[in-house]
């Protein structure tokens, strides 16, 4: 009877070595024997002329595995058989490229693939995401990088990545600082990578950041008492979001779509309390509030 492999964890990712480097083009660790303990690492790669690639592996911090090999043109490199006893949230890789032999000068960034698997990532010395109310702040510090072109910044509210917005590379000697300020909404967990786009093409991305959601006190109803047959004003919200207004007994007295900073023309009311109800149409999340009716 043939043997199956089944692949556990393929983590695929594109660097940014410049053309005159070593070219890693992705790496990614798989675990073939299914003990959760035992990887493979596998490096496809493209050269112009001999160029050579130091690759280190650990497990947490320590080193398990070192090699430098030298080619020319493309290929894959599989290394077999790393044991890491910490699984795929412990093992990691860093590599170092060279122009030439390894005991030439390092050229171009390192690039690590992180614990966990995730991309390789590009050569941060910070990067942060906070939410400061509705908005998401994004602050990164790029280490100097001639060939660098533009950062993508981008964003997924569930699973697919959407770029907001390009921001071009600074490129001069001492470094550079980058920020950015995003209109987020979104009551769920929102993620944040930065993409950096090379001169030729190539390409590397940032760790994934995750901003937790707008709570519930972010959501303003104005006025608040408020009249009968009157109008409130709410923010706070998204664009896909549905209010439901029921009074004590669960009696809806209102439903409709939201736009973000929607103003809605309320029915006639009898005086007291009733519930607003935000449904997020994207994640599912829903938020209530309180509204009094005086008069």
């Not at 510090?141 to 770029?163: G, L, V």
């Not at 006639?268 to 997020?280: A, D, M, P, S, T």
Request: charged share 15%; proline share 4%; with cysteine.
């Amino acid at each position: 009877m043939k043997k199956i492999i089944t692949v556990l964890l393929l983590l695929t990712s594109t660097a940014a070595f410049s053309q005159s480097c070593f070219n890693v083009v992705s790496a990614f660790f798989t675990n073939p024997s299914f003990d959760g303990m035992t990887y493979d690492l596998t490096i496809n790669y493209t050269t112009t002329g001999n160029k050579s690639l130091e690759t280190t592996v650990k497990c947490g911090s320590t080193q398990i595995f070192y090699d430098c090999f030298t080619a020319n043109g493309a290929g894959t490199k599989i290394y077999n058989g790393l044991v890491c006893a910490s699984g795929i949230n412990g093992i990691s890789a860093i590599f170092v490229p060279h122009t030439g032999n390894c005991g030439s000068a390092a050229c171009g960034s390192t690039l690590v693939l992180p614990p966990g698997g995730g991309p390789l990532a590009m050569k941060l010395s910070a990067y942060t995401a906070t939410r400061s109310g509705e908005n998401v702040q994004l602050f990164w510090h790029a280490e100097p990088d001639p060939e660098a072109k533009e950062f993508y910044i981008e964003r997924a509210d569930k699973n697919e990545f959407q770029t907001e917005q390009v921001i071009p590379a600074v490129r001069q000697t001492i470094g550079s600082d980058y920020f950015y300020s995003d209109k987020n909404l979104n009551h769920g967990i929102t993620k944040y990578r930065l993409k950096s786009i090379d001169q030729n093409g190539s390409f590397s991305y940032s760790e994934i950041k995750l901003v937790k959601g707008l709570n519930a006190d972010d959501i303003n109803i104005f006025p608040n008492p408020g009249s009968s047959n009157g109008k409130i004003n709410i923010s706070g919200i998204n664009n896909h979001t549905q209010l439901e207004i029921a009074d004590l007994t669960g009696r809806t007295v209102l439903s409709m779509f939201l736009e973000t900073g929607a103003s809605v023309d309320l029915p006639v009311l009898q005086k007291g309390i009733y519930l607003l109800r935000f449904i997020n149409k994207t994640t599912g999340e829903s938020v209530t509030k309180k509204l009094t009716i005086t008069r």
